[in-house]
């Protein structure tokens, strides 16, 4: 069964973005031939925009005929570790500029409250939108692409690395050349355009910051080849179909 797959960048609660790609997927997809078609969302749905709820609800509604995949980024984790660890060393998320007052928010929950209570958070997300987010994949693999938030540690194998790493790593996965026997999809780090290298495709352009979503085209079978962009970029007011991108 022909598969292809279409990653999606860090979103950030840009539900309008969020809504334009998906459009922009669908009518790609209408010429595509292939049986099998998948959405991998890549972590960081929430924080920093304003609508985070809105976005969930929309990812958690999935798209007709699309296999929906979805795995957590470091922003929903910051998120469970508030509603669980419920103490003072959890209150950074909100007060330190990662973006989770503007997600208090658009649940209905005023983070300048004090005592902040973490229960009335988890009560306004709701059991099943909960649910959801425990469940958030760590990774996926499809063909020859790994799918991760953040990225892998170079000299680890892949079968030994840290949920940490995965959600965490930074400039030590991006500096890096290490071949990790799977081509990289990942979030995490924004960049203007998407960074295309041999062994990983970087698709978080920013959305929050510079008006861009992008997902990435994939054929899970032929990891090595030029992956097709499809960027929507507000400030063109449409999407911006790329390929050949500039390498980074």
Avoid: C
């Amino acid at each position: 069964m022909k598969t292809r797959v279409y990653a999606i960048g860090d979103v950030h609660g840009r539900l309008d973005l969020l809504e334009r790609l998906y459009l922009d997927i669908a009518r790609h997809s209408e010429s595509d031939a292939a049986e099998r078609k998948v959405l991998v969302h890549l972590g960081d749905y929430i924080d920093r925009g304003p609508d985070s709820k809105g976005v969930i609800a929309r990812i958690m509604a999935g798209m007709a005929g699309f296999q929906s995949i979805n795995l957590m980024g470091n922003h929903e984790e910051l998120l469970l570790d508030y509603i669980d660890r419920r103490g003072e060393d959890s209150q950074w998320w909100i007060t330190s500029g990662m973006g989770g007052a503007e997600t208090l928010l658009s649940f209905g929950v005023d983070p300048d409250e004090e005592p902040r209570d973490p229960a009335e958070l988890e009560r306004k997300i709701g059991p099943e939108m909960m649910r959801w987010l425990r469940g958030l994949k760590i990774f996926h693999r499809e063909g020859g692409f790994m799918f991760v938030h953040a990225g892998l540690r170079p000299g680890v194998p892949i079968d030994q690395q840290t949920r940490e790493d995965m959600l965490w790593i930074r400039e030590a996965f991006t500096n890096s050349k290490a071949n990790f026997g799977l081509r990289v999809v990942y979030g995490h780090s924004p960049s203007e355009d998407p960074v295309i290298k041999p062994h990983r495709i970087g698709i978080d352009t920013g959305a929050v910051w510079t008006g861009r979503l992008t997902a990435a085209v994939l054929d899970p079978e032929q990891p090595q080849d030029e992956p097709l962009m499809i960027m929507t970029d507000e400030l063109k007011g449409q999407a911006a179909p790329a390929s050949g991108l500039t390498r980074k």
